[in-house]
């Protein structure tokens, strides 16, 4: 009982202190303000199912609060293949492992960010509040076991190196309006991949270093600001927006939706990267000085690149293009069946801002 409330109280404080240190988050106030029942020792406690939209670094401080709220909680270590939601009986002395919440319904969001070098991954649900969950996520893909809903989940840095901390903040459905906190450490490499894996709804990653892994169903996904060694995305259907640094390999392959990839800095590409898509349109966004090796093809559609000079222009019948994008760098391969491919070179900016 005592137990209960405690968590009940430490879930509200966190959410409260994450509101407080995200001056540039957006937030969504879900639930009903239900008050726990009475005979939980847990009056007054206000409805702590707040979810945070944040897409930017925010301070520290946030860090040391998950580290904080872990250090109350037993810590058990899980190897980097095995899932989260399998082991929930080995770590969760509150809630059971059937309470957890189950498929995840349409139009479920989730979210992967960046707390100050500090990875997070959550999931909300805004057509269906009482039941939000993030479905099939783990640090590797672990097939059918992962299906179990495993509400927000904050992942921190860990005492050492090769660790992350997990704290997954999730619903106990006899006492509606107060989630608890359970902490795990995951032992991981220092360069350990994000994997996420969802059947339907958007997936949004920023600011993440390393390996990205994005599976999708149907569902448009945003990757935004990716250094890391690779970003590898697979979507049934679904608008896809990438923007990457040159020295992350880029593997996207859409079934039917557009794609929108922005090299960023001013550098060349470092590693061969490609893009195909079956049914939808291929924008290509160079940052000024920014150069790859292009080599794009449309089975049944156009390519515009009015930016780059005569010598780059497209074939005769304007379905092949071959370019050296400024200067050139490794090899950018674009492949759309059904759908245009556009090159646009963006200017360089002044110290005032503006483009030159």
Request: hydrophobic share 35%; net charge negative.
């Amino acid at each position: 009982m005592k137990k209960r409330m405690i968590a009940g109280v430490v879930a509200m404080l966190f959410c409260t202190a994450l509101v407080a240190a995200c001056g540039s988050a957006t937030s969504d106030v879900t639930g009903g303000g239900v008050d726990s029942p009475a005979d939980t020792g847990t009056e007054g406690v206000a409805d702590a199912d707040i979810v945070q939209t944040v897409q930017a670094p925010v301070p520290g401080s946030v860090k040391d609060f998950f580290d904080g709220i872990c250090s109350d909680y037993r810590p058990v270590p899980i190897k980097k293949d095995e899932d989260l939601a399998g082991q929930t009986a080995a770590y969760d002395e509150i809630v059971a492992e059937e309470d957890w919440g189950g498929e995840i319904a349409e139009g479920t969001k989730l979210y992967v960010g960046n707390i100050n070098g500090a990875v997070f991954v959550y999931g909300t649900n805004d057509t269906d509040k009482a039941s939000w969950g993030v479905r099939k996520w783990a640090l590797a893909e672990t097939g059918e076991d992962s299906k179990k809903g495993l509400g927000n989940i904050q992942i921190s840095a860990g005492t050492k190196a090769d660790e992350a901390r997990v704290v997954a903040n999730h619903p106990d459905s006899s006492y509606p309006g107060v989630r608890y906190q359970t902490c795990v450490v995951v032992n991981t490499p220092s360069s350990w991949a994000q994997s996420l894996k969802n059947v339907a709804g958007d997936v949004f990653v920023f600011d993440v270093m390393g390996t990205v892994k994005v599976s999708n169903g149907n569902g448009n996904i945003n990757v935004g600001d990716a250094g890391g060694n690779s970003v590898e995305i697979e979507n049934q259907s679904g608008n896809i927006v990438v923007s990457a640094r040159p020295s992350s390999a880029v593997s996207v392959l859409n079934g039917s939706g557009n794609i929108t990839y922005h090299l960023l800095e001013s550098t060349h590409l470092k590693n061969d990267s490609s893009l195909d898509t079956k049914n939808g349109t291929i924008k290509l966004v160079f940052n000024a000085g920014t150069g790859a090796k292009l080599d794009a093809l449309v089975d049944a559609g156009t390519i515009s690149a009015p930016d780059l000079p005569a010598p780059e222009a497209v074939d005769a019948n304007g379905q092949r293009l071959v370019a050296d994008v400024n200067g050139g760098g490794a090899k950018l391969t674009a492949h759309s069946e059904t759908g245009t491919i556009t090159v646009e070179l963006l200017k360089p900016q002044t110290d005032a801002g503006e483009t030159e």
